[in-house]
């Protein structure tokens, strides 16, 4: 299980098993190049497949955006890239957002683990 997997409190699965499973209600840009996600948790975000020139340990500047109750969050964010291979692609820890967005990601993160347990 990666870090990721451990901090979001559950099983990642393989590389494989993630393939497709873009994060539904958000998009994330680094530039103006627009990134499917992966992985979206308290503080990182992962985009797999990653074909980029980032390097790890490289800071990076990225938008965030959220669909929350029809209404959508832009979040304009730093971050940190942790890890970047074929297998698990790009992984980047970000800083803490202001307490408005950083409220409405918890929110859209709990909704997204509640429809994945099949409770909505």
């Known amino acids: 299980m990666s870090w990721l997997g451990k901090m979001m409190g559950g099983k ?7 393939k497709g499973a873009a994060v539904a209600g958000a998009r994330l840009f680094i530039g103006r190049q627009e990134y499917e ?3 979206l948790g ?9 074909e980029g020139e980032l390097i790890e340990k490289q800071h990076v500047s990225f938008t965030l955006l959220i ?4 209404e959508e969050f832009s979040h304009q964010g730093l ?7 074929n ?6 820890q970000f800083t803490r957002p202001q307490p408005f967005f950083d409220g ?8 997204r683990k ?6 909505r």
């Open 87 to 92: 297998q698990q692609g790009l992984l980047v």
């Open 79 to 85: 971050g940190l890239v942790r890890e970047i291979s």
């Open 67 to 70: 669909i929350l109750d029809n």
């Open 12 to 18: 990642t699965g393989t590389a494989a098993d993630r």
């Open 104 to 111: 409405k990601l918890m929110d859209f993160l709990a909704r």
């Open 37 to 39: 996600l992966g992985e």
């Open 42 to 50: 308290v503080r990182t975000f992962r985009i797999h497949p990653y």
């Open 114 to 119: 509640l429809e994945q347990k099949g409770g």
